[in-house]
């Protein structure tokens, strides 16, 4: 199973970082846009990991839970490959639950990136934008996102759809 950590949002929120999106849909060539239903805030990307790993997995979870926290998305941002995604305003609790995540995984052997932990929302992949257009890196109207803590995520295909599923315990 393809899975990852992330930080999942409400329908409300999840309408804003919609909108926020749109310039970009609106002046791409081309890309791979993220569904409004997969909008999240990656934690830890673990790639395949067999299914009986699952329970230590939720174990770990358990284990840095931390008090519900709010994100402020302010600024707007890309990664090589045409990779746009939105940041938010410096977090400690992010931060700390980032640390602790990892910390924890890597206790128990999962193999982590070495470079430093930036972040992101992803709103799309392969994106070309036309030419002249140059979206502002500082969003118009920061995006406040509650969020009530990590879930762990299944990345798989639905119907040749990609679908983020939150697994439960």
């Not at 002046?27 to 699952?54: K, P, Q, Y």
């Not at 840095?64 to 305003?89: C, N, Q």
Request: with cysteine.
């Amino acid at each position: 199973m393809r899975l990852f950590y992330g930080l999942p949002f409400p329908h409300r929120v999840r309408r804003d970082l919609l909108l926020a999106q749109r310039p970009l849909l609106q002046n791409s060539i081309r890309g791979n846009f993220t569904s409004v239903t997969n909008f999240h805030l990656t934690l830890a990307f673990l790639g395949e990991v067999e299914e009986a790993r699952l329970p230590l997995l939720f174990s770990i979870l358990d284990a840095v839970k931390r008090p519900p926290f709010d994100l402020l998305f302010t600024h707007l941002d890309h990664f090589d490959g045409g990779i746009w995604y939105l940041s938010p305003a410096p977090c400690p609790p992010l931060f700390t639950l980032e640390k602790a995540l990892s910390a924890a995984l890597s206790r128990e052997g999962f193999s982590l990136p070495e470079r430093p932990y930036t972040p992101h929302l992803t709103l799309g992949r392969k994106i070309v934008l036309r030419n002249g257009f140059t979206p502002s890196p500082c969003l118009y109207h920061p995006i406040p996102a509650h969020t009530e803590g990590p879930r762990l995520f299944w990345s798989h295909r639905v119907d040749g759809v990609l679908t983020y599923t939150p697994l439960a315990p």
